[in-house]
């Protein structure tokens, strides 16, 4: 295991203005800014767990609730492939509730991730880190064999969970009102799951992120991205509910020919399962 999450010399590599005679307090308030000093004594506090005990004690450090319903229909599918499509409405914590939440019915469940949550190596059993939302004809050796990974994952009988939006909700405005919501779902991951041709099963995430953290979206998403630290800890004392949905067969995946009605379709069923009280 890493002595810390992200350590003094990973962050000053990030930027070279990060570095050079001011580099010290710079890292300083460049890790506050972010709120990855938080993250890191999360980290320091359940580092000692792997995999889903992992997921489960940080959930628990953290003070955040998951409460879980009919996950009944992931006992359905004892010893077989299947497939989870979430909204990601939180960035960090959704991924990390999802597997202690799956791994504990299913060890073998895994998560497709980008390299930022692949980063922390004490979940390295259930994730597999790839970007395989990347636009343009070269991918990224490890792209490649990120999806070569979770196309033998599901071949060999095991069951793999997907963020098709492959970024955290974002704010829309519709009506005068603020909503947030996925956005559009990415044909590479969604080519990925209508190829495996297993069941697909949705998991609606409750809940939102802090006003001032989709505010900021509005403004540049940049400046949202810095605050996901922050994310994770202002989650104490909230409850979450984790909502499966009953399981897609490939018969009826089979229907959508148009990658991009494929995607709505399973958008649409994933964000059924969401209910009036669902707040945080």
């Known amino acids: 295991m890493k002595e810390k999450l992200l350590d003094y010399n990973e962050i000053s590599k990030m930027s070279p203005i990060l570095r050079g005679p001011l580099e010290k307090p710079?890292?300083?308030?460049?890790?506050?800014?972010?709120?990855?000093?938080?993250?890191?004594?999360?980290?320091?506090a359940s580092k000692q767990y792997e995999g889903v005990e992992f997921c489960k004690h940080l959930l628990k450090d953290v003070g955040v609730n998951i409460i879980v319903e009919n996950e009944d229909v992931i006992r359905q599918y004892e010893g077989k492939a299947f497939i989870t499509v979430s909204n990601h409405a939180y960035g960090h914590i959704d991924g990390?509730?999802?597997?202690?939440?799956?791994?504990?019915?299913?060890?073998?469940?895994?998560?497709?991730?980008?390299?930022?949550?692949g980063m922390i190596d004490t979940m390295a059993p259930n994730f597999i880190a790839v970007n395989p939302f990347q636009s343009g004809k070269i991918a990224s050796k490890s792209s490649f064999e990120g999806i070569k990974q979770s196309i033998d994952h599901i071949k060999n009988g095991h069951p793999l969970g997907f963020f098709p939006a492959g970024a955290v909700s974002k704010t829309k405005v519709r009506h005068w009102k603020m909503e947030v919501e996925d956005r559009e779902w990415q044909e590479p991951v969604l080519k990925l799951i209508k190829k495996s041709k297993v069941p697909v099963i949705p998991m609606y995430f409750s809940g939102k992120n802090s006003w001032f953290f989709n505010f900021l979206d509005l403004v540049n998403w940049r400046l949202r991205t810095l605050r996901l630290g922050h994310e994770v800890y202002n989650k104490r004392g909230k409850n979450i509910h984790l909502r499966f949905g009953e399981p897609i067969l490939p018969d009826e995946l089979a229907k959508y020919s148009d990658i991009k009605e494929f995607g709505e379709f399973l958008k649409a069923k994933t964000y059924a399962l969401a209910k009036p009280t669902d707040k945080m």
């Open 26 to 44: 710079l890292v300083k308030f460049a890790m506050k800014l972010t709120g990855m000093d938080k993250v890191n004594r999360i980290y320091d």
């Open 96 to 117: 990390i509730a999802a597997i202690a939440t799956v791994g504990s019915i299913r060890p073998d469940y895994k998560m497709m991730v980008n390299f930022i949550l």
